[in-house]
């Protein structure tokens, strides 16, 4: 009989639909465990914020947007004014030409190369804020007082297409051909990790500074083959032995963590969070309370680069739960050891150009 865990505090804002949602999932044929991550909110017939064991593929637990994930990258700049680095973020609603990502593209996708997405995906420019395991934190070059660029995104149409194909004929139903499945799955997750790359270059490039390699690149939606059973995970990252970004928001500090998750958490950490409000629930308290401008000023000084209103209420700080529980829950539950925060200084969601568009 499969079995589920959530590894949050009693105190932590963990809703009961997504309980649920977790037990649903727990009852699907093969399932052997599911874990819930502090940040576990409902999904679209999933959890997210899950990692879930089964000795059936199910692509649907994965989703659509296979490979999204958070990568950071060292930046160095000689002055980090919000103000004057803001107006020089490149449009990242504009695709690269493929050339520009020279050979080797995974599966041939050149579809919104290089660009961000919508929903909660985001660049940001960040400084180092405090550095609570100075022996990690010298292990990855990093400092208080340094910057750092992150970028949440992921294979944006071709996670899509693949799960579309796949529901199309089998619905919710498992992967009939696991290894087809895996072999699309991969490409997409290398596609994620590129793309990231690629807009990390971008910003870099148009702030005067030189492109550097990740220090920290793992993906929260994905599946893998782990002691021969697979390992879905839905908005949780790999915590074995890793290093992960838990984001918070736009608005609140954000924590990278060095992830020793066991079995019993099916090797998984937060990947940031989690909602505590559905985007339309943030769409009209949102309206309520806030004005667009006083939404692209945070409380922390930073800015927000987002063209679309609806987004803005949509992704406001307010809409999650507060990042710091997130983590101590981590911390609590052994999973996870701070190594450091960083707090926002510009966040890119979408230009400022009136042209933004869903996509």
Not at 71 to 100: H, M, Q, T
Not at 179 to 208: I, K, P
Not at 247 to 271: D, K
Not at 332 to 352: E, Q
Request: glycine share 12%.
């Amino acid at each position: 009989m499969s079995t589920v865990s959530v590894f949050a505090a009693a105190g932590s804002w963990i809703e009961s639909d997504a309980v649920a949602q977790c037990h649903q999932v727990a009852a699907l044929d093969g399932m052997l465990h599911v874990a819930g991550m502090p940040d576990l909110h409902p999904g679209k017939g999933a959890p997210i914020g899950a990692a879930m064991s089964s000795t059936v593929l199910y692509p649907f637990l994965v989703g659509s947007d296979i490979g999204c994930g958070i990568a950071v990258f060292p930046i160095r700049l000689k002055r980090a004014v919000p103000e004057k680095l803001a107006a020089r973020f490149p449009d990242l609603d504009v695709p690269l030409d493929p050339s520009a990502a020279g050979d080797g593209i995974p599966a041939g996708y050149v579809d919104g190369l290089g660009t961000v997405g919508r929903g909660n995906h985001f660049v940001e420019l960040a400084r180092v804020d405090t550095v609570a395991a100075p022996e990690h934190a010298d292990r990855l070059g990093l400092a208080a007082g340094g910057l750092v660029l992150i970028v949440h995104s992921g294979s944006r149409g071709l996670g899509e297409r693949i799960l579309r194909a796949h529901t199309e004929a089998h619905g919710a139903g498992p992967a009939p051909d696991p290894a087809a499945y895996l072999t699309a799955h991969d490409e997409a997750v290398r596609w994620g990790s590129l793309n990231r790359r690629l807009m990390a270059a971008r910003v870099a490039d148009a702030l005067g500074a030189e492109p550097a390699d990740p220090i920290v690149d793992e993906c929260h939606n994905s599946v893998e083959v782990r002691d021969g059973v697979y390992l879905h995970r839905k908005g949780a990252a790999r915590g074995d032995g890793r290093d992960v970004l838990v984001a918070g928001t736009r608005g609140t500090r954000s924590y990278l963590v060095a992830g020793h998750a066991g079995p019993e958490a099916n090797h998984s950490v937060a990947h940031g969070a989690g909602r505590k409000m559905s985007r339309a629930d943030a769409l009209r308290r949102g309206r309520a309370k806030h004005t667009v401008e006083e939404l692209r000023r945070t409380p922390v000084g930073s800015l927000v680069v987002c063209g679309d209103r609806q987004l803005l209420f949509e992704e406001a700080p307010t809409a999650y739960k507060r990042i710091e529980q997130v983590v101590a829950d981590l911390v609590d539950h052994g999973l996870a050891t701070p190594i450091a925060t960083t707090v926002p200084l510009v966040t890119y969601k979408t230009a400022h150009n009136g042209s933004a568009r869903r996509r």
